[in-house]
C-alpha cells in the first residue's frame, strides 16, 4: 500500500511543478508586454494581471491551501495565456523577443 501512496506523491508533486511552470511562464510574459498593450485589448491592467500571475506562482510554488488553490492558481496562468496573451499579440503588444517560425 505504500507504493500507491508514493505513487501519489510522485503524481502530485509532478502536477504542482507543471502549475507552477504555467503559472511563471504566464508572469514572465506578462511582465514582458507593454502596459498600453492590455488597455488597447480591452483586458485588466498590466499590474493587475502581474499580481494575479505572481500570486499564482507563489501559491503554486509552496503548495499552500491544497489542492483547491493550485487549481486555481491553474486556472489563472491558463486564462492569461488563452484568452489575454493572443488578444495582446493581436494588437501588437509584443514582448519584445524573438519570434519562432509559425510566430510564437
Not at 483586458?43 to 487549481?71: E, Q
Request: aromatic letters at 8%.
Amino acid at each position: 500500500m505504500s507504493g500507491v501512496f508514493a505513487a501519489q506523491g510522485y503524481v502530485t508533486l509532478l502536477l504542482g511543478l507543471a502549475v507552477l511552470a504555467v503559472c511563471v511562464f504566464a508572469l514572465v510574459d506578462a511582465v514582458r508586454r507593454p502596459a498600453g498593450a492590455f488597455a488597447a485589448a480591452g483586458k485588466l491592467t498590466k499590474n493587475k494581471w502581474v499580481a494575479i500571475l505572481a500570486v499564482a506562482s507563489l501559491i503554486s510554488f509552496a503548495g499552500l491551501g491544497g489542492l483547491g488553490l493550485i487549481v486555481i492558481s491553474l486556472v489563472a496562468g491558463a486564462v492569461y495565456l488563452a484568452d489575454v496573451r493572443p488578444a495582446l499579440r493581436s494588437v501588437g503588444g509584443g514582448g519584445g523577443g524573438r519570434s519562432g517560425p509559425v510566430g510564437w
